[in-house]
């Protein structure tokens, strides 16, 4: 039976919540992977004033013109030079802050950018980042390669705050003092938590500036700012968009020169534009993002459940589970869990297992990123400084919004035949 069929036919069983999902994407080959095709999100108009993306932007002469450009703003209620910062744009940023009881927020193109954007800005000559944090932020690091403007040093993923400590008594010994520390909780792929309120006492007595990445909990599961941070990350990419197709990130700022100074530094990179088209969708989506993430996180209580009791399985890494040894700081920082945790295969279970469980699942799609409407995996590898990733293949999860007795059927039917 090809991949099509099969899928079909298990959906014929599945709950009308997880065929609406599966509906539109049944043949990956027919909508080029996309897991929300065109057309799916919200459509409706945000404002009289939305901006269609454009670059131009008239004035009936040079005295308007030049009135606008010295302001940034457009008498029609814009940007003088659109791609800046569309209205769209503007009210995500207000919605995001208001959410985060910031100062202001800004919005980039992705997540990714809210990362790259805010190191750009405050260009920390020496910064402190856990060993655990997202891939490409570690990439942009090594990319950079100038050491002498922006260097990182690395701490354990789940880090004591002494630690820490030591780590910035070394670097001020040694004559450049770390500028910047840089959280990410829980962190990427593995989810270990460091000890985030030592860690901002540390900062604030010493005048350090923080940055968290706070992608995996949102505004609903973590307020940064409340704990003392300086300056939160979301990749709005994921939880707060919702359906895979709002790529954007937001930086939001406790104080308000840092505002100032985040809004001058997209503007002179120029990565401000995002598309009012997304900007309007993740506007509305953020009304919804508490409920999905209460349907993520007890389906994926659920699905776990079931994991932790196949003899395949050596373990789960998940910090809401009170077998983790995270799990108390995540009592201490967060509110609940979300759609994501990774399975430790036992060291028998090959990649080839791997493969064929993949080939085997109508309902778990292999795809980068998350936390949209599809349950997804992908695997987790990579070297760490301090904290090695546990032996046997490690295989993240995704829990989206289908129906969970329906993704529970597939995964005993696709590991029933293949491990
Ligand atoms: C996905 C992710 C990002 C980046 O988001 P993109 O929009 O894909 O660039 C940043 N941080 C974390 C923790 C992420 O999971």
């Not at 993002?289 to 659920?302: D, I, K, N, P």
């Amino acid at each position: 039976m090809s991949k099509l069929a099969q899928r079909q036919k298990f959906l014929t069983n599945c709950d009308a919540a997880t065929q609406t999902i599966h509906a539109p994407i049944l043949d990956l080959a027919q909508v080029n992977g996309h897991l929300n095709p065109a057309g799916l999100g919200h459509t409706a108009e945000f404002s009289a004033l939305g901006s269609f993306g454009q670059s131009s932007v008239g004035f009936e002469n040079l005295a308007a013109y030049h009135q606008a450009d010295s302001t940034g703003k457009a008498p029609y209620g814009g940007a003088e030079y659109a791609i800046v910062q569309s209205p769209e744009a503007e009210q995500v940023c207000h919605k995001m802050s208001a959410l985060h009881r910031g100062a202001g927020a800004i919005i980039c193109p992705s997540g990714l950018a809210a990362i790259t954007t805010t190191l750009l800005t405050f260009k920390p000559t020496v910064i402190a980042v856990p060993d655990n944090a997202y891939y490409p932020l570690q990439r942009f690091l090594s990319w950079h390669n100038q050491p002498a403007q922006l260097r990182p040093v690395r701490y354990p993923a789940n880090a004591a705050a002494d630690e820490l400590a030591a780590i910035l008594t070394r670097e001020a010994t040694g004559g450049t003092p770390v500028e910047m520390i840089y959280l990410e909780a829980p962190g990427s792929g593995t989810f270990e938590i460091p000890d985030l309120a030592g860690m901002i006492a540390l900062a604030k007595a010493q005048g350090i500036r923080t940055v968290m990445d706070n992608t995996w909990a949102s505004h609903v599961r973590c307020q940064p700012l409340a704990l003392g941070i300086d300056l939160a990350i979301q990749a709005t990419t994921k939880y707060e968009g919702g359906y895979a197709d709002t790529p954007s990130g937001v930086v939001i700022a406790a104080h308000a020169d840092d505002v100032a100074r985040l809004r001058r530094a997209s503007r002179v990179l120029g990565i401000g534009a995002v598309a009012p088209r997304i900007c309007l969708r993740l506007y509305h989506r953020l009304d919804s993002t508490a409920a999905r993430l209460e349907r993520h996180s007890s389906s994926a209580a659920y699905v776990m459940d079931w994991l932790a009791q196949q003899p395949f399985v050596e373990s789960i890494l998940c910090p809401t589970l009170p077998s983790s040894p995270d799990h108390p700081r995540f009592k201490q920082y967060f509110s609940g869990g979300n759609s994501l945790f990774s399975v430790v295969f036992k060291q028998t279970i090959t990649p080839q297992h791997i493969a064929a469980l993949t080939d085997r699942f109508n309902l778990f799609r292999v795809a980068e990123s998350w936390g949209s409407h599809v349950s997804l995996v992908l695997p987790v590898a990579g070297k760490r400084e301090f904290t090695p990733l546990p032996p046997g293949f490690i295989l993240r999860f995704h829990i989206g919004l289908e129906d969970p007795a329906d993704l529970l059927r597939d995964l005993s039917q696709a590991t029933a035949l293949t491990m």
